[in-house]
């Protein structure tokens, strides 16, 4: 049983994003997360997100294996205030090997991690602090969602441009659909890690946590926390950046 008369340590949260990505659906170029929003990286805007909350005191981004002196020549052109401190680490092939690399340049002193996409680069201060909350509150892992404004439908899937058959409708009602920041105790990520073998079906950590048989709970997720994928995706971001910056003075 813990002295409550022994002062305990504060803790510490960080945020790994994994940008070792190509991107191929938004088109040739550089990699996803260097093109350009509103004139800055799409990285930049991800860090600057996880650096908003005060509780992230550092954030490491994964870069490509060859590109990890880029990643950081472009950071630094957009440095962090003093608060919070910034790694850039080689990634790997995959995207659960990046992380693993992530998680493996974090110090012995972070409880909480964050794994967030750089692909969603305007994910609201308030959604990452609801994360931290929760997972500081007890639970393993935490993932911000939304209710699904459309009707889903499960197919049986078919070569490109057949029609595919509807084998079922799932209950709109019970589903959600889960954005980044995904928010973890550190020793249940590093354990879903190290157990879950890649291409087990997870398609994102909290399923590899819940492959451990782990709860993992949702907290309300926000509109602008979407993922930039698409070319369409980028005109989108494009317009909240730009109402941001005329209403919040956001740079």
Do not use: C
Not at 31 to 42: I, S
Not at 181 to 193: I, S, V, Y
Not at 211 to 230: D, S
């Amino acid at each position: 049983m813990s002295d409550p008369s022994r002062p305990t340590s504060p803790i510490r949260t960080a945020a790994v994003i994994p940008a070792a990505g190509r991107g191929v659906r938004l088109g040739p170029g550089a990699p996803k997360a260097l093109r350009a929003l509103g004139g800055t990286p799409m990285l930049v805007h991800a860090v600057r997100a996880m650096a908003a909350s005060r509780a992230v005191s550092l954030v490491v981004v994964v870069a490509p294996p060859d590109g990890a002196p880029e990643v950081r020549h472009h950071l630094d052109e957009h440095p962090l205030g003093d608060r919070t401190d910034l790694v850039v680490v080689p990634g790997g092939a995959t995207r659960q090997e990046s992380v693993r690399l992530g998680l493996a340049a974090l110090p012995e002193a972070i409880d909480v991690v964050l794994v967030h996409d750089a692909a969603r680069p305007l994910v609201p201060v308030d959604t990452v602090d609801a994360v931290i909350a929760a997972v500081r509150a007890g639970a393993p892992a935490v993932v911000p969602a939304l209710p699904l404004a459309d009707t889903v439908k499960q197919v049986a899937p078919q070569p490109q441009g057949t029609p595919e058959p509807v084998v079922g409708t799932p209950e709109r009602a019970l589903l959600r659909a889960v954005q980044t920041p995904q928010g973890f105790d550190r020793e249940t990520l590093l354990k879903a890690h190290d157990t879950v073998v890649e291409g087990e079906g997870a398609t994102d950590d909290a399923g590899l946590v819940e492959r451990l048989g782990q709860p993992v709970v949702v907290v309300p997720g926000h509109e602008e926390a979407f993922k930039v994928t698409r070319p369409l995706d980028l005109v989108l971001a494009e317009a909240v950046l730009a109402r941001r910056r005329a209403t919040d003075g956001y740079v």
